[in-house]
Nanobody, 123 residues
Framework: QVHLVESGGGLVQPGGSLKLSCAASGSIFSINTMGWYRQGPGEQRDLIATIDRTGDTEYGESVKGRFTISRDNAKNTVSLQMNMLRPEDTAVYLC?????????????????WGQGAQVTVSS
């Protein structure tokens, strides 16, 4: 069982910055891919950024150049630094991890989701 806890959401003015963090806990030896998605009211869930164990990253077009994803493999954490925030960035941000190897050597290809962190960009 893997449990994800997000932190760092809140209210920020346009042009401001926020940093989201997500900690994964459970019987985790390693995580293949960690990432962030977001979902606005009545909208589909969109990719924000992913990062694999080697540090290779992928970003959604709308956040390239503004958001930076990072991870700490030793702590099983992933962070999202969000700069130059816009009102259209307002959404619930969800942490995702995929491809878990546990301490018994078992590998799970499925993914897990956090409960979500609200980010509101408004003046």
């Amino acid at each position: 069982q893997v449990h994800l806890v997000e932190s760092g959401g809140g209210l920020v003015q346009p042009g401001g910055s926020l940093k989201l963090s997500c900690a994964a806990s459970g019987s985790i030896f390693s995580i293949n891919t960690m990432g962030w998605y977001r979902q606005g009211p009545g909208e589909q869930r969109d990719l924000i950024a992913t990062i694999d164990r080697t540090g290779d990253t992928e970003y959604g077009e709308s956040v390239k150049g503004r958001f930076t994803i990072s991870r700490d493999n030793a702590k099983n954490t992933v962070s999202l630094q969000m700069n130059m925030l816009r009102p259209e960035d307002t959404a619930v941000y969800l942490c995702n991890v995929e491809g878990i190897k546990d301490w018994s050597g078992n590998y799970y290809m499925g993914d897990y989701w956090g409960q979500g962190a609200q980010v509101t960009v408004s003046s």
